[in-house]
């Protein structure tokens, strides 16, 4: 029954994140708005919503391991797992406009998130500047992007394309919608409450399942539309997806939760995986920056490097091997 659950919440979080952004954006376009800010906002964004209701039920459920591990261990997927695969289906051009933006607001985002999860709490005050931060950034991108429509904002259209329903009313949008927002409410409940009894089973913490299962559960979303760009060759969007998902985890997700919850920070995530999430994107960084271009050898890279990471979470003995408690 408990494996029932676990595999309903992963196909819900999967069939809700898709239904949700389709319909979003079905209704955006019928309204008249751009495709550069349906881009920027409903697909980028709209991918990491999994995230936000597992992180906030974890939250409030009293898990902080669930709800932050899910932060950081989202954005480690997103890079080794789910740009490594992209990259063995199509290697990436990476255009230098966008990573020179994206990128370093990617990792500048990253290091604010450091010194939150070094201070040991997610405050409020922690999630004003996080939202903040979130909020800015949108609108700074869209003006950017509107005055100029270089290949950035080519790809963000590109993303509200492949995401989009033709001919599809209003009216259905919305129903289309809100069957995705139930989707991954009742999904991502079924997932943090099945991963934390599977956690008690096994025995292991709350924050090793929200760093491993329930972070690559909410990411399937982004998984999956990434996938779709490089079988059909576009994969600036999938890039896209990736490095605006994760700004968007920290900034939108980390200052929601902490809004909502405050929450002290597992001391396992301080010692060890917020800093395998720094080095996550400076690898990223150096594979986008040689050449411009990330390529299947660099992607098989990536996949071996999360290989490593998940058997290092789950493997019993090796934290405790180097002295992570």
Not at 14 to 36: P, W, Y
Not at 208 to 233: C, D, F, K, M, Y
């Amino acid at each position: 029954m408990l494996m029932v659950q676990l595999v309903g919440g992963l196909v819900l979080l999967l069939a809700g994140g898709e239904a949700l952004v389709r319909g979003s954006v079905a209704v955006a376009m019928r309204l008249g708005v751009s495709k550069l800010f349906i881009g920027l906002t409903l697909v980028g964004f709209g991918t990491s919503v999994p995230e936000l209701v597992a992180s906030l039920q974890g939250a409030l459920a009293g898990y902080p391991g669930v709800a932050i591990g899910n932060i950081v261990g989202s954005n480690i997927a997103n890079v080794l797992l789910i740009l490594g695969i992209t990259a063995v289906i199509l290697p990436i051009t990476v255009k230098r406009e966008a990573f020179q933006r994206d990128g370093a607001v990617l990792v500048l985002s990253s290091l604010i998130l450091l010194a939150v999860i070094l201070s040991g709490y997610l405050s409020r005050w922690a999630g004003f500047v996080l939202v903040g931060l979130l909020i800015a950034y949108t609108l700074y991108s869209y003006k950017v992007e509107r005055k100029a429509v270089p290949a950035v904002a080519q790809m963000y259209e590109a993303e509200a394309e492949q995401e989009s329903y033709p001919g599809l009313s209003i009216f259905w949008g919305l129903i289309i919608f809100a069957a995705g927002i139930a989707g991954v409410v009742f999904g991502a409940s079924l997932l943090v409450s099945s991963s934390v009894t599977i956690a008690r089973h096994i025995g292991v913490s709350d924050a090793v399942i929200g760093l491993t299962l329930v972070a690559v559960g909410t990411s399937l979303p982004e998984l999956v539309t990434s996938v779709i760009a490089a079988i059909r060759g576009h994969v600036e969007v999938a890039f896209g997806n990736i490095v605006g998902s994760n700004i968007f985890n920290i900034f939108g997700i980390g200052g929601i939760t902490a809004l909502v919850v405050p929450l002290p920070v597992p001391s396992e995530i301080a010692q060890l995986d917020i800093w395998v999430m720094v080095g996550t994107v400076v690898l990223m960084s150096i594979a986008c920056i040689t050449g411009w271009r990330v390529s299947r050898r660099e992607g098989v890279l990536l996949l071996c490097c999360y290989a490593l990471y998940m058997g290092f979470q789950l493997i019993p003995g090796l934290k405790a091997a180097i002295g992570v408690t």
